[in-house]
């Protein structure tokens, strides 16, 4: 390769480099605190011994390629995508928009547009967009509401194309099976301190679609946060793993976490889902440990 060549190729290499940006105006930031329950309940981060990777949770589908919407040649923007860059603070004319815009508003749209077709039982709400750089190899990412699954959690549903057909992925029936899977860790709880005032933050993280009990195809990472129960962090660490034993009792062969975070009566009445975390830094929480679960089922509690 001679100079000139050389000298061209750094130039288009350079130039797709600078390619790999995050689209102004939609970020997942926007979600806010609210919508970050997913984070692993904070349990991730406090132990090594918890699984990074997730199994794959997502639903594949296949769809005919779809267009944006023209009117004589130009391409005119639904109500909703308006809707949606009204709220952004962007122009709502599509010609307006920088290019990367015009991609990701194009894209909110494929996705809402999927999960209606998807799900028309359920109604979806934007919530915000997640972009990726374009050499990542990663799909961007649309997070929406759903009445059906509540304000506490978020679906998530990206688009890719492949040889001129969209390929959706989303995580809906996970997301809906989450509720379920805190209901069943409520009621063992329950079972066990039925005096107690408490609620529970808890997501799936590994999943097998079925329709067999939950508990027996699903495992996560999960908060309790409780009011005044236990006379010492011994009573406490002693529930914990029997707890932990329980969830043995379902043979799953993933890591596992909880967290349980016991506040003074004061302080509990306080705690929120969006709070409970900081709160029991900020306060001294009167009993904060961590249970973690390997994948043989060893139990450790700090």
Not at 154 to 183: E, I, L, P, R, T
């Amino acid at each position: 390769m001679d100079k000139g060549q050389m000298s061209k190729w750094k130039v288009v290499a350079a130039a797709l480099v600078m390619m790999v940006t995050i689209l102004a105006g939609f970020c997942y930031g926007a979600a806010g605190d609210k919508h970050t329950k997913q984070e692993k309940s904070n349990v991730s981060t406090a132990s090594s011994t918890v699984q990074a990777a997730r199994k794959s949770s997502t639903i594949q589908a296949e769809e005919e390629p779809i267009t944006v919407q023209t009117v004589d040649g130009k391409v005119v923007l639904t109500e909703r995508q308006k809707a949606i860059l009204e709220k952004e603070g962007l122009p709502t004319d599509y010609y307006e928009l920088e290019g990367q815009q015009q991609d990701a508003i194009t894209r909110i749209e494929l996705c809402l547009d999927y999960l209606d077709r998807t799900y028309p039982d359920d109604t979806f709400t934007y919530l915000s967009y997640e972009g990726f750089g374009f050499m990542s190899g990663r799909s961007p990412q649309v997070y929406v509401l759903s009445e059906k699954i509540g304000e506490d959690r978020c679906v998530s549903v990206g688009v890719k194309k492949f040889d001129g057909k969209y390929k959706f992925y989303d995580d809906y029936k996970m997301v809906m099976d989450s509720n379920v899977y805190q209901a069943e860790i409520e009621k063992y709880i329950r079972s066990q301190l039925p005096d107690t005032e408490f609620f529970v933050d808890a997501s799936i993280e590994d999943y097998d679609e079925g329709e067999s009990y939950i508990m027996e195809r699903a495992s996560g990472f999960f908060t309790m946060i409780m009011n005044d129960a236990f006379d010492s962090e011994d009573e406490a660490k002693e529930f914990m793993r029997a707890m932990a034993d329980w969830l043995n009792s379902f043979e799953i062969k993933d890591h596992r976490a909880m967290l349980c975070i016991v506040f003074n009566p004061e302080d509990y009445k306080e705690a929120t889902l969006n709070n409970y975390n900081d709160l029991s830094k900020k306060r001294h929480a009167k009993y904060r440990l961590t249970c973690t679960i390997d994948s043989d089922g060893k139990v450790s509690i700090y």
